[in-house]
């Protein structure tokens, strides 16, 4: 039998392609968009200043990367709009998307504001879906693409906090995964989800901080720690690479063993 070790290696060499990371400058964004850089991609990385996401391009091309840092703010339609008219006179496709944006607001459920889940949901489902939105209608024609979106076990494992909008905005957003990798398969456009436990960032720290959440949560994940950002990372080259072509439609949970013991 005759094995081309060369095909194998290229399954993993994505020279020559433009990735759009969506939050690229934060804690697991900046991990994503250094991952994507080392695999070949020209990433553009977005946050809500240009300067704190050109801050982490110019740390990838120090190390021989190619990035560029971009300002997107997700407050409204426009905006993204406006931002996908402007990258995609920059480039005429995105070949790989990965959206890292998110945030949330603690609350008891019984005490939530309607302005706070509006936020929320705005902010991590309808922004998810209208930023892919726009990405898809220049892969559509044009060979396809990859999206891969962060979600969170809390997609699937309730919390007892004040997680409400954030574990509704997370299940949706699986739903939301399935339901375009199912519409978009047939234009060559896979459609996957990450999908860490805590994860070591600056929206947790708080979190990780205090011994009486840190160490029951520990004591539930069967190998021993959280999950840094490099472990999502790593997921995410492989979901961009030619490695992952027959994948779609998944939530791949990063979450060292959480979910198969609750």
């Not at 993204?80 to 070949?95: A, Q, T």
């Not at 004040?162 to 699986?174: K, L």
């Not at 436990?197 to 160490?215: C, H, I, R």
């Not at 999502?232 to 072509?245: C, Q, T």
Request: with cysteine; aromatic share 8%.
């Amino acid at each position: 039998m005759a094995i081309d070790l060369n095909a194998y290696r290229a399954m993993f060499d994505l020279k020559g392609t433009n990735a759009l990371v969506a939050g690229g400058a934060g804690g697991i964004g900046s991990a994503v968009s250094a991952g994507l850089a080392a695999l070949g991609c020209r990433v553009f990385l977005t946050a809500r200043h240009e300067q704190k996401a050109e801050e982490v391009a110019q740390a990838i091309r120090e190390e021989g990367g190619e990035a560029i840092g971009l300002s997107l703010d997700v407050k409204s339609m426009e905006n993204l709009e406006r931002f996908s008219e402007d990258l995609h006179k920059k480039v005429p496709k995105i070949d790989v998307f990965i959206n890292c944006v998110g945030t949330h607001i603690e609350a008891p459920a019984e005490e939530y504001s309607e302005k706070d889940w509006d936020h929320i949901l705005s902010v991590n489902l309808k922004t998810a879906f209208f930023l892919s939105q726009e990405i898809a209608k220049h892969q559509i024609g044009a060979g396809g693409g990859k999206h891969i979106h962060v979600t969170s076990v809390r997609g699937q494992l309730g919390i007892s906090r004040g997680y409400i909008s954030y574990c509704v905005s997370r299940g949706g957003m699986n739903m939301m995964i399935k339901q375009l990798a199912t519409e978009w398969a047939k234009y060559g456009i896979t459609v996957n989800g990450i999908a860490p436990t805590f994860t070591k960032t600056s929206l947790v720290a708080q979190y990780l901080e205090d011994p009486a959440f840190y160490k029951p949560l520990v004591a539930r994940i069967p190998l021993g720690r959280v999950c840094e950002p490099s472990d999502i990372a790593g997921l995410a080259m492989y979901l961009a690479s030619h490695a992952s072509d027959f994948i779609t439609g998944q939530i791949m949970y990063v979450d060292g063993g959480l979910t198969a013991t609750q």
